[in-house]
């Protein structure tokens, strides 16, 4: 060690280790210590230490660069790494973990993944059937995680993990699961009635008419209705009539009777006469007679309220049995309203729902008047469309809105409820 002047003293430790100079020995004791991270020169190869400039012949392309950086580990995580040399001087550790938490969000990931991948398979069961009697089918796809094995650790957020799968391109997209879920329980394609078929038996056609009649029968009793309380309700009255109580309406209170005005008159004597709004009030004190009897009628009043309240008891004791038959009878009947609850909840699947302003209308039942039927397929005229049929599934499954079709209406006014009307325009090419 080298001192900077020989003249210092050094007497005290405090001048000692003020005047003395260890740079050196830091010098020596840092790189000993940077050996001890990267390691020496003469432990390392040659191809570590020396790197030959090599020319390529086709540069990488912008995909192959993108994909080099989406397998190369994230750069958040550099700082993690463990760039020392140094070995770990505990060499044994006791690693706390809590393995009955690990286990059990283990069980819920797999349960999750179950459910969709149940779901999926559910939804998607003829398209996976065909393509695999096709032998289209190399791998399941499907099988395979979304989540790579290395993401799946504990020191891994939830937030980190979507972050990293995003932006690598394959982001985890939740959804929900009611986009899978059938609107209602309709089916797709619904067996036509028996009778309606072209060489029908006696019974299932006879039923098919009086179905028919029935529901006939039910549209004229509601136009009959409505004819009945609405158009009939407004009285006919001729132009002179109507005129006549127009006027009489609208001059309501410009002209006055004589006995209204006397009416009037006489209000007005009544008005002028003096009278008093608050009668005077006298100041009348109870006696003590008067108090006494007051306080022995409350008595009473409570002492009477009392004995009922007792009796009622008494009679609620011997009424047991009474109470209890009631209490089985209500629990009866709040089990059959569940039950009805259930029932109609299941009818109310197979009836379409509401998706724009109109209602959903049945179409009328296909049939055939007797001399209308063919004997044979040859001779066999179609009833209805088979994409009108199509047409209408759509609608009872609520996967189009139903509409009316208007003739004389432009495309972009067909969805309005009015009555359009058509009217020829007068011009001067037109003679009269």
């Given at each position: 060690?080298?001192?900077?002047?020989?003249?210092?003293?050094?007497k005290t430790?405090?001048a000692?280790?003020?005047?003395v100079?260890?740079s050196?020995?830091?010098?020596?004791?840092?790189?000993?210590?940077?050996?001890?991270?990267?390691?020496?020169?003469?432990?390392?190869?040659?191809?570590?230490?020396?790197?030959?400039?090599?020319?390529?012949?086709?540069?990488?392309s912008?995909?192959?660069?993108?994909?080099?950086?989406?397998?190369?580990?994230?750069?958040?995580?550099?700082?993690?790494?463990?760039?020392?040399?140094?070995?770990?001087?505990?060499?044994?550790?006791?690693?706390?973990?809590?393995?009955?938490?690990?286990?059990?969000?283990?069980?819920?990931?797999?349960?999750?993944e179950?459910?969709?991948?149940?779901?999926?398979?559910?939804?998607?069961?003829?398209?996976?059937?065909?393509?695999?009697?096709?032998?289209?089918?190399?791998?399941?796809?499907?099988?395979?995680?979304?989540?790579?094995?290395?993401?799946?650790?504990?020191?891994?957020?939830?937030?980190?993990?979507?972050?990293?799968?995003?932006?690598t391109?394959?982001?985890?997209?939740?959804?929900?699961?009611?986009?899978?879920?059938?609107?209602n329980?309709?089916?797709?394609?619904?067996?036509?009635?028996?009778?309606?078929?072209?060489?029908?038996?006696?019974?299932?056609?006879?039923?098919?008419k009086?179905?028919?009649?029935?529901?006939?029968?039910?549209?004229?009793?509601?136009?009959?209705?409505?004819?009945?309380?609405?158009?009939?309700?407004?009285?006919?009255?001729?132009?002179?009539?109507?005129?006549?109580?127009?006027?009489?309406?609208?001059?309501?209170?410009?002209?006055?009777?004589?006995?209204?005005?006397?009416a009037?008159?006489?209000?007005?004597?009544?008005?002028?006469?003096?009278?008093?709004?608050?009668?005077?009030?006298?100041?009348?004190?109870?006696?003590?007679?008067?108090?006494?009897?007051?306080?022995?009628?409350?008595?009473?009043?409570?002492?009477?309220?009392?004995?009922?309240?007792?009796?009622?008891?008494?009679?609620?004791?011997?009424?047991?049995?009474?109470?209890?038959?009631?209490?089985?009878?209500?629990?009866?009947?709040?089990?059959?309203?569940?039950?009805?609850?259930?029932?109609?909840?299941?009818?109310?699947?197979q009836?379409?729902?509401?998706?724009?302003?109109?209602?959903?209308?049945?179409?009328?039942?296909?049939?055939?008047?007797?001399?209308?039927?063919?004997?044979?397929?040859?001779?066999?005229?179609?009833?209805?469309?088979?994409?009108?049929?199509?047409?209408?599934?759509?609608?009872?499954?609520?996967?189009?809105?139903?509409?009316?079709?208007?003739?004389?209406?432009?495309?972009?006014?067909?969805?309005?409820?009015?009555?359009?009307?058509?009217?020829?325009?007068?011009?001067?090419?037109?003679?009269?």
């Open positions: 060690m080298k001192q900077k002047n020989r003249h210092i003293s050094k430790k405090a000692w280790r003020k005047n100079d260890i050196d020995v830091d010098t020596f004791l840092e790189e000993q210590r940077q050996e001890e991270r990267i390691g020496t020169v003469a432990d390392k190869s040659d191809a570590e230490l020396f790197l030959s400039d090599t020319i390529p012949s086709v540069g990488k912008l995909k192959k660069t993108r994909k080099d950086k989406f397998s190369a580990d994230p750069k958040f995580c550099i700082s993690l790494e463990n760039s020392s040399k140094v070995p770990d001087p505990i060499v044994k550790r006791n690693r706390v973990t809590n393995e009955a938490k690990i286990a059990k969000k283990d069980s819920q990931t797999s349960k999750l179950q459910k969709k991948l149940k779901s999926f398979i559910g939804n998607n069961r003829k398209l996976l059937r065909g393509l695999k009697a096709s032998g289209n089918v190399s791998k399941d796809l499907w099988a395979e995680e979304p989540i790579p094995a290395e993401l799946k650790d504990e020191w891994f957020p939830q937030n980190v993990v979507l972050h990293h799968m995003k932006n391109g394959k982001p985890l997209v939740k959804v929900a699961e009611s986009t899978h879920a059938k609107p329980a309709v089916r797709n394609v619904e067996l036509p009635v028996s009778g309606s078929s072209y060489n029908p038996s006696i019974d299932d056609y006879n039923e098919l009086q179905t028919v009649i029935q529901k006939e029968r039910q549209k004229i009793k509601h136009s009959e209705h409505l004819d009945r309380v609405v158009t009939k309700k407004f009285i006919k009255m001729s132009k002179e009539e109507r005129e006549a109580m127009v006027l009489k309406e609208m001059s309501e209170g410009l002209f006055e009777n004589a006995a209204e005005k006397v009037a008159e006489v209000d007005d004597d009544s008005e002028n006469e003096y009278s008093a709004v608050n009668q005077p009030v006298q100041n009348k004190k109870k006696k003590r007679s008067e108090k006494n009897r007051q306080f022995r009628a409350v008595a009473r009043r409570n002492l009477e309220v009392a004995t009922k309240v007792e009796l009622k008891k008494l009679k609620d004791i011997n009424k047991v049995h009474q109470l209890s038959s009631e209490l089985n009878k209500r629990e009866k009947k709040t089990v059959k309203k569940q039950e009805n609850r259930a029932k109609r909840s299941e009818e109310k699947k009836k379409p729902g509401r998706v724009a302003y109109m209602q959903y209308e049945e179409p009328e039942d296909d049939f055939v008047e007797p001399t209308e039927l063919a004997d044979s397929l040859r001779t066999l005229a179609p009833v209805k469309s088979l994409a009108a049929d199509r047409f209408k599934s759509f609608q009872k499954r609520t996967l189009i809105a139903p509409k009316k079709h208007r003739d004389g209406i432009s495309r972009t006014n067909r969805s309005t409820l009015k009555k359009w009307k058509r009217y020829t325009l007068p011009t001067h090419k037109e003679t009269s």
